[in-house]
């Protein structure tokens, strides 16, 4: 096993190119070649090496007394001050851009 995934590594890719070239001969050794077949046997073998990545485990799970309670997003409560038919945000008053009367300037 790897400890790192994508650091390189020699016989990972042995593998890689094993399983591209096994799955390249299962589907009749089309034109492509084994190398289209990368992608897929790179997906295959670190399944295979991870078998249990992007579970959950069970002690992650909420209590069964508390399965049922929705927790809102916190990105819901980013911006809650906006009132559109004022043109404020949180404000009393417009805020409009200033002119600068660069006539009067020098």
Not at 44 to 58: D, F, K, L, Q
Not at 90 to 105: I, V
């Amino acid at each position: 096993m790897v400890a790192n995934p994508l650091a390189p590594s020699p016989e990972r890719d042995a593998k890689i190119r094993a399983k591209a070239n096994e799955l390249w001969t299962a589907d009749g050794k089309p034109d492509c070649g084994a190398t289209a077949y990368h992608e897929q046997a790179s997906e295959i073998i670190g399944m295979e090496e991870h078998p249990h990545a992007g579970e959950i485990s069970v002690n992650d799970l909420p209590p069964p007394d508390r399965a049922d309670i929705q927790v809102e997003n916190a990105e819901i409560q980013e911006n809650l001050g906006e009132f559109p038919e004022r043109q404020t945000d949180q404000g009393d008053h417009a805020h409009f851009p200033e002119a600068k009367n660069e006539r009067n300037a020098s």
